[in-house]
Structure formats: structure tokens, C-alpha cells
């Protein structure tokens, strides 16, 4: 592997990971609280219970942290289409450069034109206008996920373009391009992963302030909303998206589902691995424990279908590291069954009526939340290390499409900057976030008791 | 002709990204000489405070735009300036997050860090423009493939194997950040009140003195590094609507500036950064990068754009997201005019 640290792709793809996958790590939370301040936003003007207006004006401030290191870190990453990827921009700016525009003008100008009213606006617009910021704001935050799945879908699954005369790219087709099946079904299962991402963490707060005995009206909420939409969301995060998102790799990427996989030999009744070590030398999982004839059924729908194999394809079409990606994805669906049990246990005990009172589930609850943002970025990191060689599946070699004027010793000073930059940022948004929640939601009034209570 | 449309509708949007950002330079490299008390920086950063993400996204819908049109001038561009973009990059990092978490905790060395690096970052950006505007129209080293590659500096001359910082490109840095400042100083006179307002009033009229033989030297200094640009630039009608718009915003300037009338000021003000930067991008067409080591090598719009359907295409949705952005910057006109007040919770300001 000592040779990698020559190659310039090696660096910029560092690079480019690094900074999307901490990018990624505040979009996820601010779509998915996207759907929960829009919601009780919608439920206080519909009851006219305070708590409600409550609820939003706290998260909103969690909202806004995530927002700005969002839009900080979001910048580097168009920019690195050019600086670290020309080539690729060279041969495919007529295509992606598309919806990286579109992104910029229909998701983030709505979006950054609606935050400040959300944040700060609640008194001058009233009620009804402030709903309509928080749905502005939640629908740009969606819509410029949904355009930068359609620029990764193109990546992943590429349709709607033709090659122009001078050999690169452009678009044949607007909306093919748009509508690419691949786009669709990633977007729905990206948005359910955000989802679980935001009731988490909502969760994880309510279960703090529960288990604190503190804001306990709020903490209800909190909870309530919370695993809610997280079991619907884990749920759906599985079936359909994850399993169509399955099903679409092994039709056009069946090379990538063997590696994800680790299935070396291909043959009817493959199984899903449990536990086993992929050894790419001696070509095979070691101890695995395999469910039989499961992979066939999810990725082809029965248990005879044949599931083709590493070695029936030539070794240059292999994703160039099969191991981080067969983690990644068996960890990604580790994660995804434990939220789905989690959030199915925490409704039993919601039904029951003794969620607020569960100690150990609180303590269980409060501590998750850390893990959908580990399962996003597995998913992610299943997504990009398994369209390997390829840059553009089957079009395009990543190999091919880093900037060849920009030498390894620019790279690696770039990336020792972001390095400990985001160092630095993600400590001042931990600090920051953690006395937001500390500090909690506006004081509420004891039934009761009648005074402020002042955490 | 197709092309020309686009080259118009690219710079249309760079050119409204400095309108807008570029009071927020100005006010950032203020932000110390016109506020004193932790009350009146406050009131700076207020000025400023919600909008600078809807500013910052003028220029990240240009990069998408500029991609998706002219995807080989994007590509050797952002490739040839690495390092310059990276620093540009990290500027905007810390002054979004100087602005955004400056206020969150009402603590006398927490806001004096915070304001530190909103200034020294305001500094930094509005240098790093100019810079950047003065390498366009000197010209970068292109090969015949259309590439490049630059240092920081090389030998300060503006010929040859340039790099980033010549006498000339230095020059216009300088004159970027002062012409920044006095559109900033101009924009806090209309924004706030009290002893910012006075200060910034005074130093506008400072500021903007401080053009006037600026102005005349890049315009001499241009005339010696670039001799053919004139040439091309008395044949596009475009350079003759930006010298009008800025004949026009120097009589709104003055008489809003003499009479103490801040908005006409400001109008004239903003009019005065979009003239420059319409007659400079039409001086230069067709050519978006010049080569300072042989001309044929130069990157012009008709070499660097994409496919035609690339072209048809945004032309569906371009428009449409353009009328969606002018609906949005009604409601924020709206919703944020007027001077600016502070307001403060247990938890900080904002």
C-alpha cells in the first residue's frame, strides 16, 4: 500500500472524504429536525399549546448551529469539483455542473433566505409566516439533498447524457437526468437515514432531561416525537428504500454487491454474512457464519437466484478496498436492525405508557445517538468506496480525474488545514451545542406550583 | 451568441456576489474602527448577521453556473489557483463561524476572539478578491493545453511564469480593499445609528477620497500590463453601459455622501462596485483567462464551454430559479429593512 502515498488520487480523495463525510455530519441532523420543527410548528397553530412553540424555539437554536457549520463546511466541497477534480469537471461539468447550480438556486437561496426568519423571526412574522419559514427552509434543506443525489446517482448509475464532440460529457436528457431511477431510490433512502438521525438525537435529549428530572414536559415531547418518527423512520430506512437501494446495486453494479458482500465464488443460495473477516490474498471470508440463501432472496427475490461472484469479474473492475467496504456496509445494517429493536422497545414502552419511567431504556436512548450519524456515513462510504475504479460508473476512472497541475505537497498541505480546522470547529460546536442543551428549553411553568422554573 | 448570453448571465452573477458580500467585507474590516463597546460591535455584526449565508450562496450558485456552462474554464481555474482558493475557503469558514458563534455567549474575551478573527478574515477575503480580479486581468501562465499552475510569487513581474502576487496584482488587492471599505463604511452609515453611524459616515467620506487616486493608478497600471484591452473593450456596448452606471453612481454618491442622505449614498455606492466590475468583464470578453506566456493559449468563452444541450437546458431552469431568488430578495428587503437593533436572551445575542 506504500505506493498509494505517491499517487495524487490517493490524497485528493483523502481530502474530498474527509471533508464530506464531517460535512455530512450536520445536513443529516438539520433535515431530519427539519421535519420535527415544521411539525410542531403545525401542531402549535392547530392547538394552540405553548409547548409546541416551545420545542421549535429550542431546536431552532440547535438548527442554527448545524445550519451555519453546514453551509461553512458545505462551500469547500463545490470547490474541490475544480481545484482537486478538474479533469473529472473537464469531462463531466456539462452534466453535474447542472444540478450543482440548480442546488444553488433553488435549495439554498430558499434556505438561507428563510433561516434568520426562523431563528430570530417568531415575534415580528407571527405565527402563520413563521410555519411558512420553517417550511421553506425544511423543504430547500431537502430539495438540495434530492440534487446532489441526482449529481451521485449520475456518478453511481450514469443516464440522460450523451458524449459531445469534443468528448466530454453533456446532457441528453433533462429529465431522464433528473428522474434517474438510482437518484430516486437513494434520495428515499438518504431522507429515512436523516430522519433517524434527527429523531435520535431529539430522543437523546428528551431521554437526558427525563432521566435529569428536569423540562419534563418537554422531555415528553421530546420522546414521544422522537420514537415516533424513529421506528417509522428505521423502519423505512430498511424496507422499502434500503432493500430497493440493495436490489438496484446488484442489477447495475453486480460487481459491487460481491465485493460489499465479501462473496469471492458466486452460485445460487448465497448467504448474508454474519461474521467473517474478508482475506483478499487467500480470496475468502474467514469464520464466516453465514443466513443461507438470504442474499439471493434480497438482491434477486428468491432463494435459487444466482448471485455472481468476485472472480467471475476481471480484477480491475474490483472497488479498489473491499474490506473497508464490506464493513462498512455489514456495520451500516448492524446499526440499522439494533435502531429498528431499540425504537421498537421504546414504543412498547410509550404504548404502556412508562417510557418517561424506564430508567435503563432512558440511559439507553440518551446514549444512541451518536450511532445513526456512524450508520449514515457508512452508508455513504458504501455508496462512494463501492462505485469503485469508477468515478462514473463504467464511464470514467477516478484514476483519471484528479488536477494534474496540483502537486501532492499543495494537497497535503490543504488537507493538514482542514485537519485541524474542523479540529477546531468541531470542538466550538460540541461546547456550543452542549450549553444550548444544558442551558434547555425556555423555563416552564409547575402545574401547580405557578413559578418559573429556572434550570 | 448563445455564448455571449451566458458569458453575461455568469458575470451577472459574480457580479451581484460582490455587491452583496462585498458590504460585508467592508463592514468586517470596519468592525474594530468604527465600534468601540461590546454594544455597538454588536451592532456591526447585526448589520451583517442573518444574511451572510444568502450572500455566500450568490457565489456558490455561480461555481455551479460557471461549471455547468464553461466546464474547462471552472476546471484549469480552480485547479490553477489551489492554493489561493483554499485560503479563500478557510477565510469564509472562519468569518461564517465568527459571525454565527460571536454572539452566542455574552463574555468579554470570548467576543473579543471572535471579533478578532471576523476582521482579520475580512481583511484576508477582500485582498484575496482583489488579488484574484487583478490575476484575471493580467493573465495566468496557460499552456498550450490550457492549463496552469502558480506559486504564491515568483519574480513580481507580470509577464511569463507569473505567480499569484505581482506589482500589479498587489495593487489591485489594495485598491479591492479599500473601494470594500468605503462600500462598507457607506452600508453602516444606512444601517446603524448612533456613534457607529457617525464613524462610519466620516471614514466613508475618507474611504472613498482614497478611490479617486487609486482608481486612476490601477487604471494606468491596467493600461501598461494589458495594452490590447482597450482595443477590444470600445467595440462591446457592454463597457460603454458600465462606464454610464458609473458616471451615474458617481453624482449618487457624491450627493448622497454631501447631503447625509445614507441610502442614496449607498445606492450610489453599490452602483459604483457594479460599474467597475461590468466594464472590466466586458473589457475582457471573450477572453475569461488570459495567458500571460503566449495569447493563442488565452481560455475564451467559445473554447471553454460546454455542449449545446448543457446550454438549453439551464436556459429552462435558470430563469426560473432566477424569478424564485428576486421573490426571495423582495421578502428579505422587506423583512430586514432599515437600521438594525440588538436584541439579547440569557443565552447570548443575536
Known amino acids: 500500500m506504500d505506493s498509494n502515498l505517491y499517487d495524487p488520487a490517493f490524497w485528493s480523495r483523502l481530502q474530498f472524504a474527509f471533508t464530506i463525510i464531517y460535512h455530512y455530519l450536520f445536513p443529516q441532523l438539520t433535515m431530519g429536525l427539519a421535519g420535527f420543527l415544521v411539525y410542531w410548528k403545525w401542531r402549535a397553530l392547530r392547538t394552540g399549546d405553548e409547548k409546541y412553540n416551545r420545542a421549535v424555539r429550542f431546536w431552532a437554536k440547535i438548527f442554527g448551529l448545524n445550519f451555519a457549520v453546514g453551509v461553512v463546511t458545505g462551500i469547500p466541497m463545490e470547490f474541490q469539483f475544480g481545484t482537486n477534480w478538474s479533469e473529472f469537471s473537464k469531462y463531466a461539468g456539462g452534466v453535474i455542473g447542472q444540478t450543482l447550480a440548480m442546488e444553488g438556486m433553488f435549495a439554498f437561496f430558499l434556505e438561507s433566505a428563510f433561516i434568520g426568519a426562523l431563528i430570530w423571526g417568531e415575534k415580528r412574522l407571527g405565527p402563520r409566516y413563521h410555519l411558512l419559514a420553517a417550511i421553506g427552509v425544511a423543504l430547500g434543506s431537502w430539495l438540495s439533498a434530492f440534487l446532489i443525489l441526482v449529481t451521485n446517482g449520475f456518478m453511481q448509475h450514469p443516464v440522460g447524457y450523451q458524449i459531445e ?119 475468502r471470508l474467514e469464520n464466516p457464519i453465514e443466513v443461507p440463501g438470504a442474499l439471493s432472496f434480497l438482491a434477486y427475490g428468491t432463494f435459487q437466484s444466482y448471485v455472481r461472484g468476485l472472480d467471475e469479474f476481471p480484477e480491475d473492475q474490483w472497488p479498489d478496498n473491499i474490506e473497508l467496504l464490506y464493513y462498512s456496509f455489514h456495520l451500516m445494517i448492524t446499526l440499522g436492525t439494533l435502531f429498528i429493536m431499540l425504537m421498537m422497545v421504546a414504543n412498547f414502552q410509550r404504548w404502556r405508557g412508562r417510557l418517561q419511567s424506564s430508567t435503563w431504556l432512558l440511559w439507553v436512548l440518551m446514549l444512541a445517538f451518536p450511532f445513526p450519524y456512524i450508520a449514515n456515513t457508512l452508508g455513504w462510504m458504501t455508496a462512494e468506496l463501492g462505485r469503485q475504479p469508477w468515478l462514473i460508473y463504467g464511464l470514467f476512472h477516478t484514476r483519471d480525474g484528479f488536477s494534474k497541475v496540483v502537486s501532492n505537497g499543495d494537497t497535503i498541505f490543504t488537507l493538514i488545514g482542514f485537519t485541524g480546522l474542523y479540529f477546531v470547529l468541531g470542538l466550538l460546536f460540541l461546547y456550543l451545542t452542549g450549553r444550548e442543551i444544558a442551558h434547555g428549553p425556555d423555563g416552564e411553568v409547575v402545574p401547580g406550583a405557578g413559578e418559573e422554573v429556572i434550570a | 451568441m448563445m455564448i455571449a448570453t451566458w458569458y453575461a448571465i455568469v458575470s451577472f452573477m459574480l457580479i451581484t456576489y460582490i455587491a452583496l458580500d ?17 454594544e455597538e460591535r454588536r451592532q456591526v455584526i447585526a448589520a451583517i448577521g442573518p444574511l451572510w449565508s444568502w450572500h455566500e450562496v450568490w457565489l456558490v450558485a455561480f461555481g455551479g453556473t460557471l461549471l455547468a456552462i464553461f466546464p474547462r474554464l471552472l476546471a484549469s481555474a480552480f485547479a490553477g489557483y489551489y492554493l489561493a482558493l483554499f485560503l479563500i475557503l478557510w477565510c469564509f469558514i472562519l468569518r461564517g463561524i465568527s459571525i454565527e458563534v460571536g454572539g452566542h455567549i455574552n463574555d468579554r474575551l470570548w467576543q473579543g476572539f471572535w471579533d478578532f478573527v471576523f476582521v482579520v478574515s475580512n481583511f484576508l477575503l477582500a485582498i484575496l478578491f482583489g488579488a484574484a480580479a487583478g490575476n484575471v486581468a493580467r493573465g495566468v501562465p496557460l499552456d498550450a493545453q490550457g492549463n496552469f499552475s502558480m506559486a504564491f510569487f515568483t519574480d513580481f513581474k507580470t509577464c511569463g511564469y507569473v505567480g499569484l502576487l505581482d506589482w500589479y496584482t498587489v495593487s489591485i488587492a489594495i485598491f479591492a480593499m479599500v473601494i470594500l471599505a468605503a462600500h462598507g463604511a457607506t452600508y453602516l452609515t444606512l444601517k446603524t445609528d448612533g456613534a457607529v453611524n457617525y464613524r462610519s459616515s466620516r471614514l ?30 470600445v467595440y462591446n456596448p457592454f463597457w460603454y453601459l458600465g462606464l454610464l452606471l ?40 471573450p477572453v475569461m483567462l488570459y495567458s500571460t506566456l503566449a495569447p493563442e493559449n488565452s481560455l475564451t468563452a467559445y473554447n471553454v464551454a460546454a455542449g449545446v444541450n448543457s446550454f438549453l437546458f439551464a436556459c429552462i431552469w435558470w430563469p426560473l430559479g432566477f424569478a424564485l431568488t428576486t421573490l426571495y430578495f423582495v421578502f428579505i428587503s422587506r423583512r430586514y429593512a432599515g437600521k438594525v437593533s440588538v436584541s439579547r436572551d440569557s443565552q447570548g445575542t443575536y
Open chain 1, 165 to 283: 464532440a469534443n468528448g466530454t460529457l453533456g446532457i441528453a436528457s433533462l429529465s431522464a437526468y433528473l428522474l434517474n431511477p438510482w437518484a430516486l431510490i437513494q434520495f428515499a433512502h438518504n431522507q429515512m437515514a436523516a430522519l433517524v438521525t434527527g429523531a435520535f438525537v431529539v430522543t437523546a435529549v428528551g431521554a437526558f432531561y427525563a432521566l435529569r428530572g428536569i423540562h419534563s414536559t418537554q422531555a415528553g415531547l421530546y420522546l414521544r416525537t422522537g420514537t415516533f418518527v424513529g421506528l417509522v423512520a428505521s423502519l423505512l430506512v430498511a424496507f422499502p428504500t434500503g432493500d430497493q437501494q440493495a436490489k438496484m446495486v446488484g442489477r447495475h453494479q453486480p460487481v459491487t454487491l460481491a465485493a460489499m458482500e465479501g462473496k469471492f465464488t458466486g452460485g445460487p443460495m448465497a448467504g448474508v454474512a454474519v461474521i467473517g473477516q474478508p482475506n483478499i490474498g487467500a480470496r
Open chain 2, 22 to 38: 462585498g458590504r460585508n467585507f467592508g463592514a468586517g474590516m470596519l468592525h474594530w474602527f468604527v465600534a468601540k463597546t461590546p
Open chain 2, 204 to 233: 466613508a467620506k475618507y474611504l472613498w477620497m482614497a478611490v479617486v487616486p487609486l482608481f486612476l493608478l490601477i487604471s494606468i497600471e491596467t493600461f501598461v500590463v494589458r495594452p490590447d484591452l482597450p482595443g477590444h473593450a
Open chain 2, 246 to 285: 458609473v458616471a451615474a453612481s458617481i453624482v449618487t454618491l457624491i450627493s448622497g455622501l454631501s447631503t447625509g442622505r445614507e441610502r442614496r449614498a449607498f445606492v450610489g455606492s453599490k452602483l459604483m462596485l457594479v460599474g467597475l466590475l461590468v466594464t472590466g468583464a466586458a473589457a475582457i470578453f
